[in-house]
């Protein structure tokens, strides 16, 4: 059975620090407090707009060793009475199909629509938000689940498009995201004999702490 690959870009950001008094944003903490009692998901689904009955979601998450990052997977989620599902049977059973063939919904059931990953720390969010969408969504979404800890403070994320000095993308070959939920980075240098591999629910344990405590060239990979 061949397995099929699918390159991924990972996009970063910074989030920005207005208080010269503290050396980060503090948001860890915010969002630490505020996961611990938003358990259930049904606590964390944002509502767009009044006008709109889709919703964000922050499905799952998990915490790196010491809470010094966290890996979150955001679910974009309608109402399943605004879209069809056609049953696989028809295709092999019926020559043409209408619209009484498609199934729908009710307004209480809910329909997954798409998904991306990110990693965030005090400093820095890195995400595989596609880059045809603004980061404001993110952005929206955590100022809203944080908005009875983080007072009249909000969280601005600057996207960063200039990389480090002394630092080249030669570093990395590629980013893959392979059939089997699994994450591989291989490095082009040859003096290099290992790569980074590991399923995406342990993101957080490999991967991610080398993106975090400085591994960067992934981070900036735009």
Request: overall charge neutral.
């Amino acid at each position: 059975m061949s397995t099929s690959t699918k390159n991924i870009t990972l996009r970063a950001f910074k989030i920005e620090n207005d208080n010269l008094t503290t050396p980060h944003s503090g948001i860890l903490s915010l969002l630490e407090t505020t996961l611990a009692n938003k358990v259930m998901t049904v606590d964390r689904l944002m509502l767009l707009n009044t006008e709109e009955p889709d919703r964000d979601l922050l499905a799952n998450f998990t915490w790196a060793t010491n809470n010094t990052y966290m890996f979150g997977m955001m679910l974009r989620i309608i109402p399943a009475d605004r879209g069809g599902v056609i049953d696989d049977v028809l295709f092999s059973e019926k020559k043409t199909i209408t619209i009484t063939d498609i199934n729908t919904g009710n307004s209480n059931q809910s329909q997954y629509k798409s998904h991306y990953y990110f990693a965030i720390d005090n400093n820095h969010v890195i995400t595989s938000l596609p880059g045809n969408q603004y980061i404001y969504r993110l952005q929206t979404y955590i100022n809203w689940l944080l908005q009875n800890v983080r007072g009249n403070k909000m969280f601005h994320l600057t996207e960063l498009t200039k990389l480090p000095e002394g630092l080249s993308l030669k570093q990395i070959k590629s980013i893959q995201f392979t059939g089997d939920n699994r994450l591989s980075v291989t490095p082009t240098d040859s003096s290099e004999s290992t790569s980074i591999s590991t399923k995406i629910m342990n993101i957080t344990n490999d991967l991610l702490r080398h993106i975090m405590d400085g591994m960067i060239p992934i981070v900036w990979m735009i």
